[in-house]
């Protein structure tokens, strides 16, 4: 077998998040280095074999790693047929610094949980005008990750929070077409993100992000059926372009939008 290196990398419109990076090796193998930010890797096929802090860790197939900047490590294929993996980096102001010496320590976490999480923000991640998906999956991952290294701190769920979850509801729906990040929605009602997703989440049964598409469906819905080409549509209810109305449409009719708009009646 031929030795091959397939890479993708970009830095999304995601606060903390340096770069995202998928690869897949059959051959290569990374000599000793390190990284300025966090590594957050999971791997979709084969294994990794690597050394961190003079200690050999692996990746098997349902596990997350979580290496911490500035610690030296390398990396090799465990299997025969090489591995494919996704990365992201993340600046200190997703993790802190407290949580460098638990990661050297464990830098291998078992949790399906946590593993279905990270491959969800890697899909939203993949498709813009789904900012506020990938912001909302990657503050609650933050909040397992750091769950995971430092337990003694894990907090009970939240409180029924009515009115904050109210609050955001307001605010989503005043942004319907322009959108808003996480974070400024966070300030806006003065809440930390990841509580904010839960107490929402817990309020009315769904994420902030499935929400907002939701309401942005709802009204594509109407402007197709009163005549408009689905390109206009798109750009009048806030999704990135026609596609990404396409894809939201789609999974919440059951039919993309140009069909949909030829069963109107005349």
Known sequence: MSAQREV???????????EVFHAHFTEYAYPMHVHEAWTL????DGAVRYDLDRHEHGTPHDTVSLLPPH???????ATPHGFRKRVLYLDGTRLAEDLVGPAVDAPDLRDPVLRRRVGQLHHALTHPGDELEAESRLTLIGERL???????LVRTGPRPDPALA????????ERLT?????????ALVHAHPAHLVRTFSGAYGIAPHQYLMSRRVDRARRLL??????????SATGFYDQ????????????????????????
């Open 8 to 18: 993708s990398a970009w830095r999304p419109r995601i606060p903390g998040v340096v």
């Open 41 to 44: 890797l999971i791997v979709d």
């Open 71 to 77: 610690i030296p490590h390398n990396g090799a294929p």
């Open 146 to 152: 750091r769950a995971h290294l430092q337990p003694r």
């Open 166 to 173: 109210r609050s955001l509801r307001e605010l989503l729906d």
């Open 178 to 186: 322009g959108g808003i990040s996480l974070d400024e929605a966070a």
């Open 225 to 234: 059926l009163a005549g408009l080409p689905p390109g206009e549509v798109a």
């Open 243 to 266: 596609s990404h109305l396409t894809r939201h449409f789609r999974k919440l009719v059951g039919v993309p939008p140009g069909r949909y708009a030829r069963t109107a009646r005349k």
